[in-house]
């Protein structure tokens, strides 16, 4: 596989720079402090059923590939144990990061029918998360 | 003669592998040696004291110590020796540690190597004769080589303590690459703000005398008395006279890559190097002038309302005495051209950090506009290249340069300043940021949107227009291409080409990438192996400011330490010549490298009267104990003292 940064991918595109804003103002988590040391993933009980670990995930939304988190099943398998959150060296949260991004899946259900997996009914994280929203 | 061994177990360095015990016992047959013990720690106070008391008590008359090497710890014996008022050259180390308990495992033949050092050590010492020192006045003059941030923290902090200085610089200006930088990290001080005064200082300070535009020429003598000869180049213009007006730079119709520029901008052939420029008046690059290449022009003295400008200039020697030397040379930074994977040289948005940086310079070729070189446009991506040239044993070179992870870093800020719409990606193998302060500043870079990626880069591609660069990323563990308008390669630092011929002189030695050697590279990090030659800043190894400075006023001080004793003891183990076997061949001469020997004539009786004729004679001032005129002997008629025939066959004999 090959991915490629570009003018589309750009953090400064006005779409990409919006969601990054929404998910911080939800995760009130600042992505950029991630250097990838990769103990989320390291440690994450979840991660053996994840197509994009949770470092992946925050590294991708930093460089703008946002179509292929929302279309990684990971941000569903994610429990929210918070074991990532509880060893971040750099004191993020990758679990809240992951809430955010199926509450902006959720919030954009209709327009995108493929990124909502669960037919019927929401997943059960989701409605945690709602609660869990500004609980930091 | 009495002789005393004493065995170092140095704690299990030795003990470990070595049976020190039956070694002590054993050793107490060997000839003339009426004592022998065991010390767990000899270089200890309890050790040294254990010396002692066994001296006084059984009326010892020469030491023996299985040790560690006597580069580490012979002084410290020698110095029991003296306390005890033997002569310290009473004392032979056995090197028991590094020749044979670190490189042989446990066994019986591992205690048996260890005992024939032993022995032969002894063998020698019976031979030994004492030496002695005679003490030298010290010249308290410093000469410090190399006008950067170094060379004039070092000055500045001799001449405070009260000592001259000459500060000789091979470019017209002081200021070194520190000058070429915008802003420094981890705190984005601006490199001229901080730089500059302390270059005016130097040059108005009255103990520092500044040579700009000189190189040095010739070194002899030895701590304490060097003479030097200092090439003064002919500026071709005479400063006391020129105004600094810049008339002549202006009106002068040459146009020469200008180095301080990185090349990316013109200079004129008489001209001073950077606005800040001290002294800040001009020099005639003769190289590139059009009256000294092709005998017409003179533009310059017509317009010279000064008339500063004098073509008949000479190259001037001065010869000067002093007392200690700081090298301080600097460095270089690669230019990897014809390195197809980066495409620098081939495409002109390619470029090193340090053309960057001039970018960034308000004085710089682009008046500290940020703008790809092609289309004199403001880039929206920017990638940057760490590790080029550096961690790379197959083009570049295996070490790190030290401070590419910061100033990348530092690069992405600027940029965020400059241009915040821009993107920046730093392509990275390890992100290295051991000093104060720079792990956080490497967060700040991160925090402003600096996208850091681990993978080094295989290739800048390039159709002539566009550019892109193509990595692997490990953290999402696929391929990676970026299309890029800009790209900066964090190019290494490399030891400058001048420096091993400079630093031959001075008897210093390089190490295997160029860089200067120090004494030791924990312990005696600012000496050379030449007492009285030390080091600063980066002609020692890539290094960053901080460090620099630090390094400068440790060579400073060990200088100033030298001046205040006032007096070096000169070596005791020099040559001596045997008159009555010398036949005056004077083969030993040439091979001498500090030209120490010299022709004497002796008057000798023989039967029948008293004959005049000619043998070698040694100048123990001047020599260093390197031993080659023994070697070249035919007669055998030259010993090194410390070191003579008959102590080096005695020590043979018993191997």
Not at chain 2, 146 to 159: C, E, H, K, R, T
Not at chain 2, 425 to 441: H, L, N, P, Q, W
Not at chain 2, 543 to 572: C, H, M, Y
């Amino acid at each position: 596989m090959r991915f490629s940064l570009n003018s589309e991918t750009s953090g400064t595109k006005k779409e990409n720079a919006a969601i990054l804003d929404e998910l911080e103002m939800i995760t009130e988590e600042k992505f950029s402090n991630c250097f990838q040391c990769a103990k989320c993933s390291a440690g994450c009980p979840a991660s053996e059923y994840m197509d994009l670990y949770p470092h992946q995930v925050i590294l991708m939304a930093k460089l703008g590939l946002f179509e292929r988190i929302f279309e990684s099943k990971s941000i569903w398998i994610c429990t929210c144990c918070f074991a990532c959150g509880s060893r971040c060296p750099q004191d993020l949260d990758p679990a809240r990061i992951m809430e955010g991004f199926r509450l902006i899946a959720l919030r954009k259900t209709e327009s995108r029918p493929e990124v909502y997996p669960f037919k019927g009914e929401i997943p059960r994280q989701a409605y945690v998360a709602h609660y869990r929203k500004n609980f930091k | 003669m009495r002789i005393g061994v004493f065995i170092c177990w140095c704690g299990s360095n030795i003990a470990g592998t070595v049976d020190v015990e039956s070694l002590s016992e054993k050793a107490k047959f060997l000839p003339d040696v009426y004592y022998s013990e065991d010390v767990k720690y000899m270089c200890s106070e309890i050790g040294q004291e254990s010396i002692k008391k066994a001296i006084k008590e059984q009326k010892l008359e020469r030491v023996v110590i299985g040790s560690c090497s006597p580069r580490m710890h012979e002084e410290t014996f020698q110095e029991v020796l003296k306390d005890s008022g033997l002569n310290p050259y009473y004392v032979e180390i056995a090197n028991l540690r590094e020749q044979c308990s670190w490189v042989h495992d446990e066994g019986e033949e591992t205690t048996q190597k260890a005992f024939e050092l032993v022995e032969k050590a002894v063998a020698k010492i019976r031979f030994a004769k004492p030496l002695t020192t005679e003490t030298l006045p010290v010249t308290k003059r410093a000469l410090v080589v190399g006008g950067g941030i170094a060379g004039i923290q070092s000055a500045l902090d001799i001449a405070e303590a009260g000592y001259e200085v000459d500060l000789v610089e091979n470019t017209p200006s002081l200021g070194g690459r520190m000058a070429q930088l915008d802003k420094t990290f981890p705190t984005l001080d601006c490199s001229a703000c901080i730089l500059t005064p302390k270059m005016v200082e130097a040059s108005s300070h009255p103990n520092i005398r500044l040579l700009t535009y000189a190189e040095i020429e010739d070194v002899s003598g030895f701590v304490g008395n060097f003479d030097i000869k200092i090439r003064q180049k002919a500026k071709s213009i005479d400063h006391d006279k020129c105004t600094g007006c810049g008339d002549c730079t202006e009106k002068c119709p040459a146009k020469i890559d200008n180095e301080f520029e990185e090349d990316k901008e013109i200079r004129k052939a008489v001209y001073t190097p950077f606005p800040q420029a001290v002294p800040n008046k001009p020099v005639i690059d003769r190289d590139n002038c059009r009256y000294f290449q092709k005998g017409k022009c003179k533009v310059c003295q017509k317009v010279c309302p000064a008339e500063a400008v004098d073509y008949e200039q000479e190259d001037e020697i001065i010869e000067e005495r002093y007392g200690g030397v700081i090298l301080a040379t600097g460095f270089d930074q690669l230019k990897p051209e014809g390195w197809e994977e980066f495409g620098y040289g081939a495409h002109p948005d390619v470029i090193t950090s340090l053309e960057l940086e001039r970018m960034f310079n308000s004085s710089g070729p682009t008046g500290g506009k940020v703008v790809c070189p092609s289309t004199g446009r403001e880039p929206k991506r920017v990638v940057f290249i760490q590790c080029v040239g550096s961690r790379d044993k197959n083009k570049g070179n295996a070490y790190c340069s030290k401070v590419c992870c910061l100033y990348t870093a530092k690069h992405t800020l600027l940029l965020k300043e400059k241009l915040p719409d821009t993107e920046s990606f730093v392509f990275y193998i390890d992100i290295r940021t051991a000093g104060k302060s720079y792990e956080e500043f490497y967060e700040r870079a991160r925090s402003t949107g600096a996208k850091y990626l681990k993978g080094h880069v295989s290739k800048v591609e390039t159709d002539g227009k566009e550019l892109l660069v193509r990595s692997y990323d490990n953290s999402i563990g696929e391929q990676i291409e970026v299309e890029a308008d800009l790209v900066v390669l964090a190019s290494a630092i490399k030891a400058k080409g001048t420096t091993e011929g400079l630093a031959q002189m001075f008897g210093a030695t390089g190490d295997k990438d160029g860089f200067l050697s120090e004494a030791h590279p924990k312990l005696k990090p600012v000496e050379t192996q030449t007492a009285g030659v030390f080091l600063a800043g980066a002609c020692q190894g890539p290094n960053d400011i901080p460090d620099t400075v630090g390094q400068a006023g440790a060579a400073a001080s060990k200088i100033i330490g030298l001046f205040n004793r006032g007096e070096v003891e000169s070596l005791p183990t020099t040559a001596e010549v045997d008159a009555s076997i010398c036949s005056g061949c004077l083969k030993c001469e040439p091979v001498c490298p500090v030209g120490a020997i010299s022709s004497e004539q002796i008057e000798e009786k023989v039967p029948g009267g008293v004959v005049t004729r000619q043998v070698a004679g040694v100048n123990n001032a001047l020599c260093r104990g390197c031993g080659a005129c023994t070697a070249a002997c035919r007669n055998g008629a030259m010993n090194l003292k410390g070191y003579t025939h008959r102590e080096l066959l005695a020590e043979v004999d018993n191997l």
